[in-house]
Structures are given as C-alpha cells and as structure tokens.
C-alpha cells in the first residue's frame, strides 16, 4: 500500500508533524490499522532519532512483526536504543526462526546481549540451528511447530492445538509422530474440522509425506515448496526424526536472495547481501574489482588477436568498422544461450545428461539465427554502407567476409553460451559465473580468429 513514494512521502510527514505535536495517541491510532510491513518501511525513513520512538508506541505483538521486516540496520539501531525489558519483550514475541536471521545479521556484542535475554529453551534452541550449515534447510527451519500422536483422537488433536497453538507458528498442517518423533504423517486443520470427534488420527492422516533433510540446500527446500504448493515443509534428521519445519514465507525469502546472487554473478559481482542503497563504496567496489581485472586480462587476447592480423587490417580497413559489431552479436547470442540453460538449470528443468539435447536444440536455432542476421547483414551493407553512404570499400567480397562470420559466430556463441554453464554444473561451480561477461570475452576471442580466418580465404590477405 505504501510502496508509492508519493503516499510514503505524506505519511512519513504526518508521523513528524504528530511527533513534533507529542500527539502519540494519535500516532499510535494511525499506525495500528496498518500492516507491520508498510510500518516498517516508515520506519526506515524516519531516521535514528525518531524510530525509536515510533516504535515504542507499538503494541508488543505488531512491535516484533514490524521488527522482523525491519533492515539489519536498523534492527541493530534499535536493538542498541531498546532496555534490557523492552529487548526482552521483543525477543518473547519473535518466532524462532526469526530470531536466528537476526542473531546471523548481528555483530558479535550485540548477539551476546540477545543471547544473554532469551530464555534458556530459546538459546539452545538458537544454538542449535547455527549449528546446521549455511543454505541448509536446517539453518532456515524453524522448530515451533504442532505435533501430535497417531492414536490421539480429533477431540484430543484440537486440545492440544488451542493449548499449545498460540506459541507456534503455523497451526495449519500439525504432523504426527510416533514415541521416537519420527514423521509418520500430517494432518491438515480442514481434515481435523471435516471429521469426526472421535476419529483416531492413524485413520485420517496424510501417510504420503514429502519431506526434507536437515541438510539439504535451502534452494532445494524453497522450490520443493513452490512445486506442491505447500505452506510448509516438515525437516527430519537422518533418522527421519521430526527436528523442524519451512514455511513458505522463508522459502519467498530464500528464492528472492538465490535470484539475487544469481543475478550479481551473471553481472561479473561478487554477491553481497545488503541491499544497493545501504553498501558502502568501498564495499561496492571490493565485489565488483575482482572480476573487471579478470576480464580486462582476458581480454588481452583479443587484443593479441588483432595485433597479430594487423597487416591484414592495414590492407582492408574496412573490416576495422565491422569488429564491434561482430564482437557484439557474437556476445549477445551467447549470453542469449547460457541465461536460458542457467535458469533451465536453476528451475531443475535441465540436468547435464541433457548436454546433447540442449546442443542439438542451440544448433538449431544458431543456423536460423546466424542466417537471418546474415540475409539482414547482407542488405544493408549493400543497401546503406556502399549505396548509401557511398562507401566503395564495402566490395561484395567484404560483404561475404562479415556475412559469413556473422552465421559461424552466432553458430559458436549459442554453442559455447549453452555447454559452459552445464559443464560448470557439472565439475561443481556455480553456472551463474558462466554467463554474459566470462562468455561474451571467449566469443570475442572465437569471433576475431573466424573473421580473420574468412577474410584471409576470399580476400587472399
């Protein structure tokens, strides 16, 4: 509702002026009927020495929502401004898993403070979880959840629901566990109102369960969840042993930073998990200077290439004009290629035993491609450059040289931007590293030696 700039903007005025005035009921009254999200992204723009303040007038249960949504920024900043019973209060009201995210965004003297006022059940709880592997499905899980017994009656499900609900996070799916917690099935609060009170839970549960491990990757986890519609994924240990649940709003959280890596390593970035506006400089430059180097060094070898068929140039400059844009659409076939296979790859649609498959498809498509560029090609260099532009140089012969470049180099980017990211995959590298940059400097290099190579053959240079 209040993602609009404008509407933000006269909001976050009338929250001041009502600070400026000391009219806090009437600020509370403003903020209750509000969402917790829409609150906190107030929040974030009211500046260090008003958003305590504001915060403070929230009631205790909209008070930790707000606080979940917050930035790590300014959670800390309020972490730092809160009473050792106001950090209390917030933390008593935070779902576990939540907590976690915040004990992981942390420095160290302030996790030592949150530590120091959870209670002992929550600590070890905490302690647990940070012991799990980052982007495990155990380091995202969360263990407030509802278990029940398999010879509990409905009646019997529902008492137990009311008197340890309000604690948990979801209440829709409770799971059943036997004597031993292991997951034998799940049943669904629809289910639990559809029956009968005296049903045993055995007769009417879920036995079919789709469930991860502890170590599994969060990725996994979060598209597992997209792919049967689910609000929440029980974890089990090795022993198949009930320790947790994922529910869908961290899995929305897990996919939105996977995309975001993605997209910084098919930019050349080191990936960062701070939004844009809120890195430093220097931290900007640190992620993205790795890379440049790489690719201006790598780049020397088109730059040998050229030098190397220097004669050639000096003989026919006019194929000086036609290098970036052979280089570009080289470039740009490539990366065409490898951001589809990439997404194919990242959605499990494509495996590497689909290698040949994928390049039988990619050459398929590169003939038509390459062809139709060419025929396109091939007009306007007779049409504008030498009719046009009256430019004698662009001979028929000259034409042929860039036409036929034009349809082996698409033909070889669409292949190199589909094999490397599976290959990558393959010997274990991230295939987002594969994309755009690092492929469109190898096409460069393959686009340079075909170029040269056809006008060596028909202009006998």
């Not at 403003?30 to 020495?49: C, N, R």
């Amino acid at each position: 509702m209040y993602e609009h700039e404008d509407v933000r903007a006269e909001m976050k005025d009338e929250i001041e002026d009502l600070v400026a005035r000391k009219r806090y009921a009437q600020l509370r009254d403003l903020l209750l009927p509000m969402e917790a999200a829409d609150i906190a992204l107030l929040l974030e723009e009211l500046g260090e020495a008003v958003m305590p303040l504001v915060f403070r007038l929230l009631p205790k249960e909209l008070a930790a929502e707000v606080f979940v949504e917050l930035e790590s920024d300014e959670q800390e900043l309020l972490i730092r401004s809160f009473s050792n019973t106001e950090l209390k209060e917030v933390l008593d009201e935070l779902y576990l898993d939540d907590t976690v995210d915040i004990v992981e965004e942390m420095p160290a003297n302030v996790v030592k403070r949150i530590l120091k006022h959870s209670d002992p059940e929550m600590r070890k709880s905490i302690n647990e979880i940070l012991k799990y592997p980052e982007d495990s499905a155990g380091s995202i899980m969360t263990t407030e959840f509802v278990d029940l017994k398999r010879d509990m009656t409905v009646e019997d499900a529902f008492k137990r629901i009311r008197r340890t609900g309000p604690d948990k996070e979801t209440i829709n799916i409770c799971y059943v566990i036997d004597v031993g917690r292991h997951l034998i099935g799940l049943v669904t609060i629809r289910t639990l109102l559809l029956a009968e009170e005296d049903a045993v839970l055995e007769d009417i549960m879920e036995k079919n369960i789709v469930s991860v491990s502890t170590l599994d990757d969060q990725e996994y986890v979060a598209r597992s969840l997209s792919k049967y519609d689910f609000l929440a994924l029980p974890v089990v240990d090795t022993e198949n042993r009930l320790v947790g649940i994922v529910t869908v709003d961290d899995a929305m959280d897990v996919l939105q930073d996977e995309v975001t890596e993605d997209i910084e390593k098919m930019a050349a970035i080191l990936p960062t998990d701070k939004p844009y506006l809120k890195t430093g400089i220097f931290e900007t430059f640190k992620a993205r200077i790795p890379w440049l180097l790489l690719l201006m060094v790598s780049a020397t070898f088109t730059g040998h290439i050229i030098s190397k068929f220097e004669n050639a140039l000096a003989a026919f400059t006019i194929l000086t004009a036609y290098i970036p844009m052979l280089m570009d659409t080289g470039g740009n076939a490539g990366s065409q290629a490898s951001v589809t296979v990439i997404r194919g790859i990242s959605l499990n649609e494509i495996e590497f035993s689909d290698l040949l498959r994928v390049i039988w498809k990619e050459m398929r498509v590169a003939v038509y491609c390459g062809v139709a560029l060419s025929a396109a090609n091939f007009i306007k260099l007779m049409l504008v450059d030498r009719l046009l532009f009256h430019n004698p140089a662009v001979t028929v012969a000259v034409a042929l040289v860039v036409c036929l470049t034009l349809v082996l180099d698409v033909f070889c980017a669409k292949l190199v931007g589909c094999t490397l990211p599976l290959l990558a995959k393959k010997v274990g590298f991230d295939p987002a590293v594969m994309a755009s940059p690092f492929i469109t400097t190898i096409v460069d290099a393959i686009s340079l030696l075909i170029y040269f190579q056809f006008a060596a053959l028909i202009l006998h240079i």
